[in-house]
């Protein structure tokens, strides 16, 4: 009766132990951190004293994460190796099934094993297949410093139910990393569509040169000196290279023309705010960066186009790239004038605060500004 009672403990404790793994395991989708928790509960689960993990990649192995951490001297253990290296690890893989090794030194090792066990008192190994959605994951590795004849049936139980729940954990955050590379390649392509579109604009508009790039660097420069959290700079560099696409809609005629416009043509130009929106608004990409295309040309007082807002409801990205966008056209040269000096933009970029300008991002603007007008500190 009192040994059932002894049973019945160990087995809650385990239990316990195993909840207490997949907690952890289920705590994030970093595959780092989600194959040392692996590890290092495998050990505590079956009272072991190492533990080792393999990723599985193609024909190849990778070291995953280690208890206790690697000896010095051994990072060069990190490095992929071909399976040959590891034919017990091999065989677990291929078999699907464990593999125990009661005495290590009862059977001859490689190199890789040997280079892997060093300084490591290990003396009886258990190779544990990682199986997920039919794929073999990894394989899990579990040291005694002593010659064991074999493993109890409840442990091997345990090692059934830890493989399955690493191999899921191991699985779901290899997915994400593959979802968030695929996603970061789309962003890039996305993003290089972006500046191409932008440069296209500016092979057609003759008067602006390299100032979607230039204002672009320094919008994002201003924001996060501003407080914008990092999180949406991407929102307002994309809005701000594409804050005169709007004009693909303007006539060529209107443009380039070489003298003032007049009214109407005026009337045309001041259009190209709602020719952006109306271009952009269907892409769910640039939903978020639609500011500063649509809400660039707003005034502080309110006489701004296309909405007429005023003060704080013209969207921050849009005052902030407004201050931007001004300074730099003044300080580039045009067909029509000569670029300004740094100082006679300041000095307009000043008396136009709380009138064209917000006055705070105006003044930190104008603070940050370096001494020759050259860039954001």
Known sequence: MGDHRVEQSDSCHHLSLLHDVSLKLAESLDLQTVLQAAVEGAVRVLGQTSGVIYLVEGDGLVLGATVPPLPPGHAHLIAPVPRSEHPRVARAVDTRQPVFVPDLGAVELTDGERAAIEGRDITSVLYVPVIARARTEAVLIIGSSAVQT???DEQLALCEMLSAEIAYA?????????MESVASELHEAYDATLA???RALEMRDENTGDHTERSAALAVKLARILGVPECDLDDVRRGALLH???????PDSILNKPGPLDESEWLVMHKHPEFAYELLRGIGFLSSALDIPYCHHER????GYPQGLAGEDIPLPARIFSVIDVYDALTSDRPYRAAWTPQEAIDYIASEAGIQFDPVVTAVFLLHLGSNGDGLS
């Open 244 to 250: 005169d696409i709007g004009k693909m809609g303007v």
């Open 170 to 178: 191991v699985a779901n955050s290899r997915m994400y990393m593959s």
């Open 196 to 198: 191409g579109w932008s």
């Open 150 to 152: 074999g493993f109890s």
């Open 300 to 303: 502080w007082e309110g006489s």
